[in-house]
Antibody, heavy 114, light 112 residues
C-alpha cells in the first residue's frame, strides 16, 4: 500500500526551528518528487517546497525561501522539511505529497505561538 | 506567478444532479514537453486532499467515472455527473507546470 506519513509537528515559539519528516512506503521513493504543502486553519492550500527525485534541485516560494530547507534520503525512503525562524503565519497543517499530487500524507500540525 | 482563478466558490446540489467547476490560469499551463500539468483535487471534511484528475482529463486510480476533466491552455473544467453524498468537500485545481506551484482558492460542494 502506498503511504506517506508525516511526523515532527508541534507547538513552538516564534523564531524557533522545527524539522518535519515524511516516511514513504509502497512506491519507488527515489523516482519521485517530494513536495510539502501547508494549509492554515480554515484556509486553502499553499505550496511550500519541492525536491526532485535525486535530491539535486530544490524549489521554494518567496514566503519561505531562506527559512525552509527540503531534503530527502532515498536510502531511508524519507523526506524532510527543516523550518527555521518560524513565524506565527507559518501555523498550519503540513502535508507531504508525491509527484503531481498523486498521493498525500495525513498531515501534521505546526503551531507557532508564544 | 501563475494565478489560478476558480469559480464558483461554493455550490449546493441535490443528489443525482450534475455540476461543473471552472478553473482559469493566468498563463498557459502547457509545459515544454507538450503536456498540461493541471490537476483536480478533492479535500473531504477532515481529510487530506486526494487527486481526482491529473493532466487535465486523466482519471486518478479508483476515482469514479462520474468525474471528468476538460480544457486546454488556460481554461479548465471539472464536471461531476450524478453527484453522490460522498462527493461533498472542497475541490481545488492545481498546476505543476510552473514554479511556484499554485492552487485555486477552492470550491466548496454541499449536498442539499
Amino acid at each position: 500500500e502506498v503511504q506517506l506519513v508525516e511526523s515532527g509537528g508541534g507547538l513552538v515559539q516564534p523564531g524557533s526551528p522545527l524539522k518535519l519528516s515524511c516516511a514513504a512506503s509502497g512506491f519507488t521513493f527515489s523516482s519521485n518528487w517530494l513536495n510539502w504543502i501547508r494549509q492554515a486553519p480554515g484556509k486553502g492550500l499553499e505550496w511550500v517546497a519541492s525536491i526532485n527525485p535525486d535530491g539535486s534541485s530544490t524549489y521554494y516560494p518567496d514566503t519561505v525561501k531562506g527559512r525552509f530547507v527540503v531534503s530527502k534520503d532515498n536510502a531511508k525512503n524519507t523526506g524532510y522539511l527543516q523550518m527555521n525562524n518560524l513565524r506565527s503565519e507559518d501555523t498550519a497543517m503540513y502535508y507531504c505529497a508525491r509527484t503531481n499530487w498523486v498521493r498525500w500524507g495525513q498531515g501534521v500540525m505546526v503551531t507557532v505561538s508564544s | 506567478d501563475v494565478v489560478m482563478t476558480q469559480t464558483p466558490p461554493s455550490l449546493s446540489v441535490a443528489i443525482g444532479q450534475s455540476v461543473s467547476i471552472s478553473c482559469k490560469s493566468s498563463q498557459s499551463l502547457v509545459y515544454s514537453d507538450g503536456k498540461t500539468y493541471l490537476h483536480w483535487l478533492l479535500q473531504s471534511p477532515g481529510r487530506s486532499p486526494k487527486r481526482l484528475i491529473y493532466q487535465v482529463s486523466n482519471l486518478g486510480s479508483g476515482v469514479p467515472d462520474r468525474f471528468s476533466g476538460t480544457g486546454s491552455q488556460k481554461d479548465f473544467t471539472l464536471k461531476i455527473s450524478r453527484v453522490e453524498a460522498e462527493d461533498l468537500g472542497v475541490y481545488y485545481c492545481a498546476q505543476t507546470t510552473h514554479f511556484p506551484l499554485t492552487f485555486g482558492s477552492g470550491t466548496k460542494l454541499e449536498i442539499k
